[in-house]
Nanobody
Framework: QVQLVETGGGLVQAGGSLRLSCTAS????????MGWFRQAPGKEREFVAA????????????YYADSVKGRFTISRDNAKNMVWLQMSVLKPEDTAVYYC??????????????????WGQGTQVTVSS
C-alpha cells in the first residue's frame, strides 16, 4: 500500500515556474513507477510525465506529454520517497489540478491513468495570463 501527498501548487503568472512535490509512504518505493497527471475543469485527466523503471531495474526511463516536453522535468529520490515535477515557462493552459500517481513497475503503461493504483489528493496549479 502506498499513500501519496502532493504539495507545491499555487498561483503563478505565465512564464513563471513552480515545483510540485509528492511524498510517498510505504515500502519499496523504488519498485514503483511514478507519474504526474493533471485535470483541467471540464476536461479529462491527462498524462503529464512519468518515471518508469527499466527492465534491468538499474535506472528509470522518463516520459513526457508533448505539451510539456522541454518545459517540465520529473525527478525522484528513492532514499527520500519523493518525486518532483519542476514546471517552467508555465502557460495558462497548464492550469489544472495536478495528481501524483504510482503503480508497481512492469504492471502497466506509464501514460494510462487506469494503470495507476495509487493517487494523491491533487494540488491546484493556476497560471494567469
Amino acid at each position: 500500500q502506498v499513500q501519496l501527498v502532493e504539495t507545491g501548487g499555487g498561483l503563478v503568472q505565465a512564464g513563471g515556474s513552480l515545483r510540485l512535490s509528492c511524498t510517498a509512504s510505504g515500502r519499496d518505493f523504488s519498485r514503483y513507477d511514478m507519474g504526474w497527471f493533471r485535470q483541467a475543469p471540464g476536461k479529462e485527466r491527462e498524462f503529464v510525465a512519468a518515471l518508469s523503471r527499466s527492465r534491468s531495474g538499474t535506472y528509470y526511463n522518463t516520459y513526457y506529454a508533448d505539451s510539456v516536453k522541454g518545459r517540465f522535468t520529473i525527478s525522484r529520490d528513492n532514499a527520500k520517497n519523493m518525486v518532483w515535477l519542476q514546471m517552467s515557462v508555465l502557460k495558462p493552459e497548464d492550469t489544472a489540478v495536478y495528481y501524483c500517481a504510482a503503480h508497481q513497475a512492469y504492471s502497466g503503461t506509464y501514460y494510462r491513468d487506469f494503470d495507476y493504483d495509487y493517487w494523491g489528493q491533487g494540488t491546484q496549479v493556476t497560471v494567469s495570463s
